[in-house]
């Protein structure tokens, strides 16, 4: 499967930003999604993760109630609303598929998108 992310900008501090990724090649319904970060010199972290169904929903301390994640498998899209925006949010944003269980842990997703960066000024 192949992951498309986009919506990233720049935004200032206390804004919004929605990022999509749109999946091709097999339907995404097959799989858990998540969302990851990385900003510069620092490790790729969880920051949302969601079943294929949508039944369970994970999200990392440092988005909980600002961020949300959702899904439409029928557009084959995920989505990660981000509200009330901090600098701190600054990084690339990636996509991740994978079979099983949500993790937090990075290399056990299978698939993962290009990257959308997300840049918040204060």
């Known amino acids: 499967v192949q992951l498309q992310a986009s919506g990233g900008g720049l935004v200032q501090a206390g804004g919004s930003l929605r990022l999509s990724c749109v999946a091709s090649?097999?339907?995404?319904?097959?799989?858990?999604m998540g969302w990851f970060r990385q900003a510069p010199g620092k490790e790729r972290e969880f920051v949302a993760g969601?079943?294929?169904?949508?039944?369970?929903?994970r999200y990392a301390d440092s988005v909980k109630s600002r961020f949300t994640i959702s899904r439409d498998n029928a557009k084959n899209t995920v989505y990660l609303q981000m509200n009330s925006l901090k600098p701190e949010d600054t990084a690339v944003y990636y996509c991740?598929?994978?079979?099983?269980?949500?993790?937090?842990?990075?290399?056990?997703?299978?698939?993962w998108g290009q990257g959308t960066q997300v840049t918040v000024s204060s």
């Open positions: 991740a598929a994978k079979d099983w269980v949500i993790t937090t842990t990075s290399t056990e997703y299978r698939y």
């Open positions: 090649g097999r339907t995404l319904s097959s799989y858990n």
């Open positions: 969601i079943t294929w169904r949508g039944g369970t929903i």
